[in-house]
Nanobody, 123 residues
Framework: VQLQASGGGLVQAGGSLRLSCVAS????????MGWFRQVPGKEREFVAG????????DYTDSVKGRFTISRDNTKNTVYLQMNSLKPEDTAVYYC?????????????????WGQGTLVTVSS
């Protein structure tokens, strides 16, 4: 399985970015997908998750109402729309594919990871 994330960059506070992650290697529409983020010196943290058919989503509290996770199973792609960005959202963002079909919070439920894309939010 390969996961290719893209869409990161530098944006001012209050701005928006959309991350994309294209998956290949196994049946995309059978597995939950997630986005995590990590800053140096800290553990990788859950941001958002989505079930195999998009019917269930979950978010960490700090991004609720600002970020939206979605997926297009015809394109083997998961997205993270990030609005009203804050400097504390600055991190490397990773997409991940779960071992099952649900929207999982724990990183231990994900068995494949992308390479990460850097999001920098300036104040």
């Amino acid at each position: 399985v390969q996961l290719q994330a893209s869409g990161g960059g530098l944006v001012q506070a209050g701005g928006s970015l959309r991350l994309s992650c294209v998956a290949s290697g196994r049946t995309f529409n059978s597995y939950g997908m997630g986005w995590f983020r990590q800053v140096p010196g800290k553990e990788r943290e859950f941001v958002a998750g989505i079930s195999w058919n998009g019917g269930n989503t979950d978010y960490t509290d700090s991004v609720k109402g600002r970020f939206t996770i979605s997926r297009d199973n015809t394109k083997n792609t998961v997205y993270l729309q990030m609005n009203s960005l804050k400097p504390e959202d600055t991190a490397v963002y990773y997409c991940a594919q779960a071992a099952g079909g649900r929207a999982y919070r724990s990183r231990w439920n994900y068995d494949y990871w992308g390479q990460g894309t850097l999001v920098t939010v300036s104040s």
